[in-house]
């Protein structure tokens, strides 16, 4: 499974406490309180950790066990409820004030018919007037890594390579980890990039779009690595 060796190194390669302070700035500024909040596929819980210090209620799930056992670790005070499943199922939840998918995980549904399926599993499971913050690789991401994109680096006990390349409308990410002991663990991961036009035709089935920025603060679908939608459900 995905995730399965990258948890062990997840923060290593791509920790960044400016971005996280951004999520959740993001989501800060939509919410004018702090409310019972459900993180989809939460990795290492950084942005979930971070969303319980200003005093949201978090539940957090992923559906790598690593990610989750690596997340549980981080959470000292046990504020956040984990939860170890596909967050395309949340049958066994509640409903929440606000969900979050952020960090490109929404990009990891790799079918139009399950994204349909998805933005209505969220909108069956959030409150009245609840909302929706999910961000999406932009357009430009599929061109920018057209030529591959290559990336070496040491951990502690194992050297890596990384490597990115854009397909179509995919984006196929590759690691290889060469551990200490002499042998080789690598993990394949597929994304797929929706356009713009499609994923509002998809939201407004089931919410209201109150704002599309590309990159945290520039106004609708511009030049950018980032769409970020903030949605509200329709009653």
Known sequence: MIYDKLSFYYDELVKDDQATQAWVNWIMDSVSSPCELLDLACGSAEISLLLAKNGFQ????????????????????????????????????????VITCLCDSFNYILSKEEVSLFFKEVSMHLKKDGLFFFDTHSLDRLVEFEEEFNETGCFEDCQYQWSILSEDDYIYQDFAFYLDDGKIVQEHHIQRVYTPEWLETELKKYFEILKVTTDFDLEGIQ???????????LL
Do not use: P, W
């Open 58 to 97: 978090v539940s957090a799930l992923d559906l790598s066990q690593g990610m989750i056992q690596a997340a549980k670790e981080k959470d000292k005070k046990h504020k956040i409820q984990f939860y170890c499943q596909d967050m395309k199922n949340l049958s066994n939840l509640n409903t929440y004030d």
């Open 223 to 233: 030049e950018g690595e980032k769409y970020f939608y903030v949605c509200r459900r």
